[in-house]
């Protein structure tokens, strides 16, 4: 092309100099990690980290998603007790779950309890991303087992929010094993009357999408967030052909007959609220 | 042909040489007896060292030994009459998993295992036994079955895992197997799943939930294959005897670990020596579990599941 002749070339990159780096209080802005657009800190939180520009639904830490859903201080945390252990001896397990523990200052990667959504009560768990992926280890197994079996005692629906890489590899088939005790306990649950809606958020895979998130009363999904069974890489490698690209997001799962609903976050609250109000008289004849 | 495991080639080459001074002392007057008798004396040996003190990554090559014993060989073993009945109701029929029922013991039982082809072109039909969710969704139409008519459930794991396909995301591989391990959860009849040669991850588990969980001496069972796992854990899927060790997936391990009820001894060698003999151990430890379970009402069944997967897992209370 002809233009290509007239292109602009810079000579000199800007580097911002040291003063206007210390004008700028660390996160104080934000970049969406989709369309990259600069928001200010107070306009993400008011938005529950939804870009405000393109709707990409960034992760949310699991307390600022209990904050965003239940009424202020109502939600109360069980099993924080609960530590991780090393049972495989695995080399260099217990640095990593210290560090996790120490940047998200969670005891592991779910937090579960019970609190008030709009005047109703109900038991709640929900994973956290940013501790080692989300994945379920023994911990994350026996605090989802206990939250079931509290909310049963207790006559509670459960919500779960779900975010999780699947098994946790270093501890090896006790990982696997969650997945069996936390759906015998869903099933106990389920059995006594108890009403479950499991929110599937970005990610959901493995051993966690194949357990408890797929087997609620009612399977939800934030929008865009990536569910499944196989990694993509691996599906890619087995079939040996391009995958599409909304292959395994929540709206590929709806269209596909997988899910109850895609929600938007701004709409979670509302929804969750509606559904556990029609719920309500079955549970008084539990 | 027979395939042989590379840790069991000292044995295979005295077993020829053996033969070899065999045939010379058939064809020829000289009498090699003495060093026939020695020679056979040493393969003993050297077959107790060697399968008497089988390494974790040895026991994986053993339970995916091409001619290892299958669900379909062992239910022609153990049962009688076994009719097998095809499809999920709402897709189709998936060989990777079979299913029906028979008599053991003059009892009617419901048997379900995954199923893997024994030549190439078997294991193309069988997908080389790993299933798509119409395969867990069978299996878990026919166990529904076994619970209205009151009938135990036995189910053999032998896969390296649930089909990872495009087809099988979009047909609900997830919520198949979640399906599955809630519904083995409330079955108001026994279940007794043993694990016959690789129990890979969540397609092993989806048939998995049971009351005794058992092993075959050689089989494995794990999150992840030692190959996926030493790719995740050290970007090198080369290091996968390490991982075998590292991972615990052996029966003993297992056991240590308080995951499964038995270990189910094996001929030695491996399974695919003996047919008949490996037939008979499952025999006594299938009837074992059998009789214990029978004793139990319905509730006290779901109850010691329950309490059986609730003591599963390792952490502290501080």
């Known amino acids: 092309m002809l233009k290509d002749f007239f292109g602009k070339k810079r000579k000199y990159a800007t580097i911002p100099n040291e003063e206007s780096k210390i004008d700028i209080p660390e996160g104080l802005m934000k970049k969406c990690d989709k369309c990259h657009k600069i928001y200010y800190r107070k306009e993400w939180n008011k938005n529950i980290n939804v870009c405000p520009n393109c709707d990409y639904h960034h992760p949310l830490t699991a307390w600022d998603r209990i904050n965003s859903l239940f009424d202020e201080g109502t939600f109360v945390e069980w099993d924080r007790q609960l530590t991780t252990t090393n049972p495989l001896a695995f080399p260099g397990y217990e640095e990593k779950v210290d560090k996790d523990r120490n940047k998200t200052g969670l005891n592991e990667g779910v937090v579960t309890g019970k609190g008030i959504i709009d005047g109703q009560e109900t038991a709640c768990s929900v994973m956290d991303s940013n501790f080692r992926m989300g994945s379920m280890g023994s911990v994350v197994g026996e605090k989802i087992s206990r939250a079931l079996e509290n909310a049963k005692n207790e006559s509670l629906p459960f919500i779960i929010f779900t975010a999780s890489g699947g098994a946790r590899m270093q501890e090896g088939v006790l990982s696997l094993m969650q997945m069996s005790k936390t759906s015998v306990a869903v099933k106990r649950f389920s059995d006594a009357g108890g009403l479950m809606v499991s929110v599937m958020t970005h990610p959901t895979t493995g051993g966690v999408s194949a357990s408890f998130a797929s087997i609620g009363d009612y399977n939800f999904a934030e929008p865009g967030a990536l569910i499944g069974f196989a990694g993509r890489r691996i599906i890619e490698q087995t079939i040996r052909e391009e995958l599409p690209d909304d292959f395994q997001t929540a709206e590929f799962l709806l269209k596909h007959g997988q899910l109850d609903k895609v929600v938007h976050r701004h709409e979670m609250k509302s929804l969750l609220t509606v559904l556990l109000s029609m719920h309500a008289q079955g549970r008084k004849n539990v | 042909m027979k395939q042989v495991l590379d840790f069991e080639k000292p044995i295979v080459d005295l077993k020829e040489k053996i033969a070899e001074l065999k045939s010379f002392t058939d064809d020829s007057d000289i009498d090699l007896e003495t060093e026939i008798s020695t020679l056979e004396k040493r393969l003993e040996k050297l077959e107790n060292d060697i399968y008497g003190n089988l390494q974790p990554w040895h026991r994986v090559q053993m339970a995916r030994h091409q001619e290892r014993p299958t669900t379909l060989d062992y239910i022609q073993e153990l049962f009688t009459d076994f009719i097998e009945f095809h499809g999920d109701r709402s897709y189709g029929d998936d060989e990777a998993i079979v299913a029906g029922i028979a008599f053991y013991q003059d009892n009617p039982v419901t048997v379900i295992g995954h199923q ?115 790719a995740l854990l050290w970007k090198d899927s080369g290091l996968a005897r390490q991982a075998a060790e590292t991972m615990k997936i052996t029966s003993y391990d297992l056991k240590e670990l308080d995951v499964i009820d038995q270990v189910i001894p094996e001929p030695r060698g491996g399974a695919h020596r003996d047919i008949k003999a490996q037939a008979g151990h499952i025999d006594a430890v299938l009837a074992g579990s059998l009789k214990e379970l029978a004793s139990l009402s319905a509730d006290e069944l779901l109850e010691k599941r329950w309490e059986k997967y609730k003591q599963i897992g390792d952490y502290q209370e501080l």
């Not at chain 2, 007794?192 to 969540?202: F, L």
């Not at chain 2, 939930?209 to 069972?221: C, K, Q, W």
Request: charged share 25%; with cysteine; hydrophobic share 35%.
């Open chain 2, 116 to 230: 893997r082809g024994k030549d190439t072109k078997e294991n193309i039909r069988r997908n080389f036994g790993m299933p798509h969710p119409e395969g867990y969704r069978k299996a878990l139409r026919h166990m529904r079955q076994a619970e209205k008519f009151q009938r135990p459930i036995i189910c053999f794991i032998d896969t390296k895992g649930a089909y990872p396909g495009k087809a099988a995301e979009e047909r609900g591989q997830s919520e198949a197997i979640a399906r599955n391990l809630m519904e083995m959860a409330g079955l108001s009849v026994p279940i007794i799943c043993i694990v016959i040669g690789e129990g890979g991850s969540g397609g092993a588990l989806g048939l998995g939930v049971g009351d005794h969980i058992h092993m075959l001496e050689n089989s494995t069972y794990s999150v992840i294959s030692p190959e996926g796992a030493a």
